[in-house]
């Protein structure tokens, strides 16, 4: 305690921070180690995250492989850092690890599997690494370890990798369960190095037991008959939406709805324009940047403005069949779900305010293709309903129905893309994997 208040001069320490002081007294080096991966990868981890990756896979791996700790706490740490890093007549496996260079290998390898190739690609443009979570990363790069140097990741390899990092960042059930995630995935690659990450895909989200729910959420197909749940009478608050979309796999929706960062993928080809010639020619993707420090906006398609807060107004005259959009949570639910964003450009989110979206703007189809929108006139007729160009904060019956169409459709747009773009039905459809390990 007394290390930890006054090395952080009053502030509490994060645990990591706190482990990465006591590598650093340690293991000078530790910077130099950070530099290194920086130069070939950019900054994917925060430096204690480089860290600590390093000393997790360090200690799965050698003839003295430890139990797997996604989460280690200072006192296991500092009584098995010595061991691993041990010294230059007697190295550890994290010492070695680094000094060969294959650390620096592997997240080199990591990002030239995962990254945006060109704008026809299905890769991950740079702007989403920082969205990407420690125990994911650790579990791609453990598996680039483990597999023989020798022989190139194939395209359908890749495919399978990027493919799981979109269902980690869709399925995911909080931190707890990326933890558990990543320990899971890590013992399978131990058990069986040739179960491929559908084969770990079915492991995460398949029912343990009984009563007992999955590590992650299933993914589901997408319904061939939406259109008439979209097409209603009525506003439904979001666990109803959930039902009719989902069914029982109702945290799919859920989760995937509240998963904004997300359209950065869907809007890799607009991404990758403005990174290579566009105004984010500059920008370098900063793991641990929070949303004041970057080039782009998640903009909302009908402004907040509009709908957050209806203080200081009369509220809405809608009828029993609406009436559930005055309540906060499912009105801001409606909101905030990915349906109702974009990702633009911050200097014209600003310039754009709270103005409506715009009919303009919407019958130009290529701004339809950046913003990831599914262009028919149908769509524009509703999205023109939801934000009108006059009385924008006047709420009826007709237009609380066209901004939930509009956003629930627009969501399941995006979900057919998810699945169809990232080809998802080899996992759900292929069954020659059904190997449930026991560890």
């Known amino acids: 305690m007394l290390f930890d208040r006054i090395s952080s001069n009053g502030t509490r320490l994060s645990p990591d ?4 002081s006591m590598v650093k007294q340690s293991w000078p080096e530790a910077h130099n180690l950070v530099y290194e991966i920086q130069k070939e990868i950019g900054s994917l981890m925060k430096p204690t995250d480089f860290v600590m990756t390093a000393y997790r896979l360090a200690s799965l791996r050698g003839k003295e492989a430890m139990a797997d700790d996604p989460q280690p706490n200072a006192k296991s740490f500092h009584k098995n850092l010595g061991k691993l890093l041990g ?83 869709v399925c ?60 209603i009478d009525h506003f439904r608050d979001p666990n109803k939406r959930a039902e009719d979309f989902f069914g029982k796999n109702e945290q799919l929706y859920h989760h995937f709805t509240s998963r904004k960062a997300l359209l950065i993928w869907f809007q890799r080809k607009w991404m990758h324009k403005e990174c290579k010639s566009g105004e984010f020619k500059e920008f370098k993707p900063l793991a641990g940047q929070d949303e004041d420090n970057v080039p782009y906006d998640f903009d909302h398609l009908v402004p907040q403005s509009n709908w957050s807060s209806f203080q200081g107004g009369s509220k809405p005259e809608l009828d029993q069949n609406t009436r559930k959009f005055r309540d906060l949570w499912p009105r801001r639910s409606l909101g905030n779900s990915i349906g109702n964003y974009r990702v633009m450009s911050a200097s014209d989110n600003r310039s754009r305010g709270d103005a409506y979206l715009g009919a303009i703007s919407l019958k130009n189809e290529e701004i339809w293709g950046d913003y990831a929108f599914h262009p028919n006139d149908d769509e524009i007729e509703q999205w023109n309903k939801a934000s009108p160009e006059k009385n924008p904060w ?6 609380v129905l066209a901004f939930q169409y ?16 990232a080809c998802f039905k080899s996992w759900l459809e292929d069954e020659s994997e059904k190997t449930v390990l026991e560890l």
Not at 394 to 399: A, G, L, P, T, V
Not at 406 to 421: F, G, I, N, T
Request: glycine share 4%; aromatic share 12%; net charge negative.
């Open 394 to 399: 006047y709420w009826d019956n007709e237009r």
């Open 87 to 169: 010294n230059e007549s007697q190295p550890g496996e994290m010492f070695k690890l680094i000094r060969d260079g294959s650390l620096v290998r592997a997240y080199s390898a990591l990002k030239e599997i995962i990254v945006l190739k060109d704008e026809d690609d299905y890769g991950m443009p740079e702007a989403i690494f920082p969205y990407l979570d420690v125990p994911l990363l650790q579990v791609i790069l453990y598996w680039i370890l483990m597999r023989d140097s020798s022989n190139a990741v194939s395209e359908s390899e890749r495919k399978d990798i990027i493919r799981f990092v979109l269902y980690w960042l």
């Open 17 to 20: 921070d706190l482990l990465f």
């Open 406 to 421: 509009a956003v629930e459709s627009r969501v399941q747009y995006l979900y057919k893309r998810y699945y169809d773009e």
């Open 172 to 231: 995911h059930k909080g931190a707890t369960s990326r933890y558990a995630a990543s320990k899971k995935a890590i013992a399978i690659i131990n058990n069986n190095q040739m179960l491929t990450f559908m084969g770990i895909y079915k492991q995460l989200s398949i029912e343990e037991k009984e009563g007992v729910s999955s590590i992650f959420c299933r993914l589901d197909i997408p319904d061939s008959s939406i259109e008439s749940k979209i097409k």
